[in-house]
């Protein structure tokens, strides 16, 4: 295919008016499509098309100068901040690997599932051209092949180090964010492996095909891939891979390549990610948004492919096992190398909601929304708890829940809701799982069951043979919701794993914490997970609050009901809740000075009339539920009438569920 394009100076008074772009559809017809989108014109430094191209072209100018690192740095972070720049770079997560142009900036939503050891490489080499008898300085920098005739033994050659990280797309991201995620890329990609980015002003038409663009681009890339294997050419068809099902059974690596992927039936990209400066301020389990350059170079594949050859044949030739270098050195067209210039951490993953407001706390505009927005919510999960509005209102403060501090050992802020009474012989909890999903960004839904319990890999473990960190299912990004279908647990006996795996759950909700295994010792691991546990009785985890269902309404078709429920809901509602709860849960919340006085005062009169039922442990749980249901409403201050109302709620809870006592400082 031929693509037409214009390179060169243009005059700010000029104006490129025609970019055709052919796309190869399914049906093998040409769309021809004409743009005036002066932001879009290639520049000198075309940054987005040959990024390596400025690299050095800054190394040259450095005059050896160790500043040149750090100009490169800043002038894609000044690049990516000018009119939503960040927006017209493409996606691993949304373009399949074949469409993208190696070399060119790619940027990946991820989260780091693995460290590996430091490496070092060439950061700047001298060449000898024996032809022209012409020697040449080079940047080895963001590159993972040199060019040839590499003259080691030059003066100039500097070895440098950088870490590599194991990054996978955010494990349990909810369809509903990445197809946002994707609308709202303006980089145009087509079957030549290279792309426009777009930002003119769309006609309604043109509205209406990028409302399609991720069902067409799925069946674009379908189409290639059926085309590819019917030429004998099967490597697009690979290009993405489902992960596996977790089991407890120890497995070293095979000849088919485990992408290890924390949640079973995952599918998308990993990635192993160069970083050259800062890597200590990275931690496991961060979620990133990583700018790099993309490399894919299949010299990749037949370095790995010899030096496993070499090891097999000479044992001492290496000091990598052979798992070692599968796992490390994997085929570039499976997980393909990005070599970071710029990350930007997310402190969440909802596209809604820009993360740097989040960060700045810079929600005032959002808060006068939020008392009408939660009254939609909480007549829309009342529905949804068949008329129990009790139970809605403990799961909007479940929701926006979020452990914002430690003290000592204990996570502050978090609200582990148990919503007991649940049906067992019907599929409600299935159908309560999918409301969730349609609201929070990320989110996974653990069925209890004996097998389950008793094989699936929970807890991440440490692989010495092929030196990585086999993920499990509690390896999650922070803010996920994990919802644990308690209804699904039949009588029967927990083995040794099952048993390690119950404990490990009973760590995470009451710690928030979760102990990955490194066989000789434990590592802990810090997290920050909202779990909710529907239960028919009390749950046999722990749990900060337990709600008992109480339906004022039994329809006669139970799941047809759910369903009419869901689909009232039209997606710009929705997306309201989203927000909602993204800003109540990023909100800041203090107590003043008279309002604690009054706290005080009132738990001392409260002991009076009954010491047993206010304990140290029921104060705490009844300021955190006040806490929330201030949040909830959009105010970030605790008020005598909020007190008030949540004390009034906590009394109403109480009187549906017997008191039991509290195990490790939680209320069933």
Request: aromatic letters at 8%.
């Amino acid at each position: 295919m031929t693509q037409f394009s214009r390179h060169g100076v243009l005059c700010p008074s000029e104006l490129w008016n025609v970019l055709v772009i052919v796309q190869v559809k399914r049906s093998i017809s040409c769309t021809f499509r004409v743009f005036q989108n002066p932001a879009a014109m290639p520049t000198v430094h075309d940054w987005i098309n040959n990024p390596l191209g400025v690299v050095d072209g800054l190394f040259a100018q450095s005059n050896s100068s160790p500043d040149w690192e750090k100009k490169v740095v800043e002038y894609f972070k000044e690049k990516l901040k000018l009119n939503d720049a960040h927006t017209w770079v493409p996606s691993l997560n949304d373009v399949p690997l074949h469409y993208l142009k190696p070399n060119s900036l790619v940027k990946f939503r991820c989260m780091v599932q693995d460290m590996f050891d430091p490496e070092f490489f060439l950061g700047v080499y001298e060449t000898n051209d024996p032809t022209s008898n012409s020697k040449q300085v080079k940047c080895g920098k963001y590159k993972d092949v040199t060019e040839g005739g590499v003259d080691f033994n030059s003066r100039n050659t500097v070895t440098s180090e950088r870490q590599t990280f194991y990054c996978v797309p955010i494990p349990g991201e909810s369809q509903w964010a990445k197809e946002s995620y994707a609308g709202t890329n303006q980089a145009r990609v087509v079957p030549s492996t290279s792309y426009v980015p777009n930002r003119h002003k769309r006609s309604y038409e043109e509205d209406d095909e990028m409302d399609m663009q991720p069902q067409q681009m799925k069946d674009v890339s379908q189409g290639a891939q059926s085309s590819a294997e019917s030429h004998g050419n099967t490597e697009p068809k690979r290009q993405e891979t489902e992960a596996p099902s977790h089991d407890s059974s120890p497995s070293h690596c095979t000849s088919s390549l485990d992408l290890n992927f924390p949640l079973p039936g995952e599918k998308g990209p990993a990635c192993l990610v160069k970083v050259y400066e800062n890597w200590d301020s990275f931690k496991l389990n961060d979620m990133l948004e990583v700018f790099g350059i993309l490399s894919v170079d299949p010299a990749l594949s037949v370095i790995a492919d010899e030096r496993e050859a070499s090891s097999l044949l000479d044992p001492t030739e290496g000091m990598e096992t052979v798992e070692e270098q599968r796992v490390h050195s994997p085929p570039a067209s499976l997980v393909p190398r990005l070599h970071m210039l710029y990350a930007q951490p997310l402190a969440h993953n909802n596209p809604l909601l820009p993360s740097s407001a989040t960060e700045n706390n810079d929600l005032s505009s959002d808060l006068g929304e939020l008392a009408s927005v939660r009254a939609e919510l909480l007549t829309y999960l009342t529905h949804v708890l068949m008329g129990d509005s009790l139970a809605a209102e403990y799961l909007i403060l479940h929701l926006i829940s979020n452990v914002y501090s430690r003290r000592d050992v204990l996570p502050l802020g978090k609200f582990t809701l148990n919503l007991s009474g649940c049906p067992h012989s019907s599929p409600y909890t299935e159908h309560l799982y999918k409301v969730i999903q349609q609201l929070v960004p990320s989110s996974y839904r653990l069925c209890m069951s004996l097998h389950n319990m008793n094989n699936q890999r929970m807890v991440p473990r440490k692989d010495y043979t092929a030196n990585r960190l086999v993920s499990g299912t509690l390896q999650l990004a922070s803010n996920t919701s994990l919802f644990l279908d308690e209804t699904q647990l039949e009588q029967g006996q927990l083995d040794a794993t099952g048993v390690r795996n119950i404990t490990a759950l009973g760590n995470l909700i009451s710690w928030q914490k979760v102990d990955y295994d490194f066989n000789y010792h434990q590592m802990e691991f810090s997290c920050n997970i909202n779990v909710l546990i529907t239960s028919e009785g009390r749950s046999l985890l722990p749990s900060d609050s337990q709600v008992h269902l109480r339906p004022t309404l039994n329809p006669p078709n139970l799941e047809e009901y759910l369903s009419a429920v869901q689909v009232a809901q039209v997606p710009s509602q929705l997306n309201k809740y989203r927000i909602y709860l993204s800003v109540a849960r990023a909100l800041n919340y203090t107590i003043s000075d008279e309002i604690t006085k009054a706290v005080e005062e009132d738990f001392v009169e409260m002991r009076k009339d009954d010491p047993q039922n206010m304990s140290a442990e029921d104060l705490h749980r009844l300021l955190v539920v006040a806490r929330l249901l201030s949040l909830s409403h959009g105010q970030n201050t605790l008020s005598r009438d909020g007190w008030m109302k949540a004390k009034q709620l906590e009394a109403l809870r109480i009187s549906r569920t017997p008191q039991q006592k509290c195990v490790n400082g939680n209320e069933p």
